[in-house]
């Protein structure tokens, strides 16, 4: 999703949260067996973040009840980050704020073993943490089963010098030593009850493609 300037108030914080952006988004979702991978891009301050913080947030609130209400959890790309980064954050994300885990004892353990196991396999622990949420999961549908909402903010910060982003063969230089940069996430496409969204600035938009093209991801599981 490709957000512009246009019909942002910068002096109406509120008009940050793109509430027809948001509603389309929301439509989208509705209609899916399978959550995609949101991906929102847009020049900095333009609301990005606040379209899933501010808007989807609060309607996902409004249409749950219960004691377990969706949580929202950020996670900054910095310049020293990579894909197997990422993963372990998100790992960490999941394990310390979703429902099912807080009711097993030994969940930090859990989140500690997963987590150090993602530097050598991420897709593995993807499938394995996929696993586990499903059982989390039965009795739920639909939106309903939304509880945790991760937003991995600045995807651009690994490619941060636009002049270096590219080697000599015109790959992303964050592809070294990664075959399958989204496999992680890909395979979490199954749990019902976490959303990804991934936010960067818009001239990097053809790299993240790229990226995207190296990992087994169908179009039909991607939102851009």
């Known amino acids: 999703m490709i957000l512009s300037e246009h019909g942002v108030d910068s002096l109406n914080p509120v008009s940050f949260g793109r509430p027809e952006e948001c509603g389309r988004l929301l439509v989208n979702l509705r209609g899916r067996k399978r959550w995609p991978l949101i991906f929102v891009s847009g020049p900095s301050g333009v609301g990005k973040r606040g379209l899933i913080r501010r808007s989807l947030l609060e309607k996902l609130r409004r249409l749950q009840s219960g004691k377990h209400l969706p949580v929202q959890i950020s996670i900054p790309v910095t310049v020293r980050d990579s894909p197997t980064s990422i993963a372990r954050q998100c790992i960490r994300a999941i394990v310390e704020n979703h429902p099912g885990f807080q009711r097993r004892s030994s969940y930090e353990a859990l989140g500690k073993q997963l987590a150090n196991l993602a530097e050598t396999d991420p897709i593995g622990v993807g499938r394995r943490l996929c696993s586990l949420l499903q059982n989390f999961e039965k009795g739920t549908s639909g939106i309903a089963a939304i509880k945790v909402v991760i937003i991995i903010e600045g995807l651009d910060n690994m490619f941060v010098d636009r002049k270096r982003c590219e080697d000599e ?37 053809d790299l993240i493609r790229k990226v995207i093209s190296q990992s087994s991801l169908d179009e039909s599981e991607l939102y851009f």
Do not use: C, M
Not at 174 to 199: M, Y
């Open 169 to 205: 063969s015109g790959q992303p230089r964050i592809l070294s030593g990664q075959r399958d940069p989204f496999g992680f996430l890909r395979e979490l496409l199954g749990a019902r009850s976490v959303l990804f969204s991934l936010t960067y600035r818009t001239w990097v938009g």
